[in-house]
């Protein structure tokens, strides 16, 4: 029964923001999802939850507020559907060698209007186009890189965080 609410809120969540717009009367990047796109993404989340607890975190009221995700499950139109969540403020990616993150894949999370929180995990130096691309993103106050590092002489870029964490080894 828990798993049907949080299905139903998950639903909910991505069908309200159906008719928003942008406040001048044109449709909002979050109003672009139908109600079948909507089902689906809330199918993909059960999936998530069920593969992995702690996969998905909502809020008191079911609402998603963060989720963990392999770099591949980070294509354009999952981010596109990502940008719908009102209350997503918190990203983790982990990245792989098959799966690196890319400059594309940065960029993108830029549509996830209130994304403060971005943990990535992966292994090596971080490709100075990747680590421009995050420095881009403005709405970050907080970014963690767990065995992913930039250049020294690219750590300049950091102009809007708060916090800056960063692991070069993992436990």
Known sequence: MK??????????????????????????????????????FSEWV???EGNWSEAVARDDHGAITGLRLA????????????ATLPKLISLELYASAKHP????????LAEIPKLERLAVHCSGVLD????NALCGLRSLRSV??????PRQEDLNQVTNLIQLAVSKFTA
């Open 3 to 40: 798993r049907l609410m949080l299905a139903l809120i998950t639903v909910l969540s991505a069908c309200q923001l159906l008719a928003s717009d942008d406040g001048g009367g044109k449709p909002s990047v979050q109003s672009l999802m139908t109600r079948t796109e909507a089902e689906e």
């Open 46 to 48: 059960m999936g998530l």
């Open 71 to 82: 770099s591949e499950q980070a294509t354009k139109p999952r981010l596109r559907q990502l």
């Open 101 to 108: 993150l890319t400059v594309r894949t940065v960029q993108q």
């Open 128 to 131: 100075t186009e990747v680590w």
């Open 144 to 149: 963690k890189l767990n065995a992913a590092y």
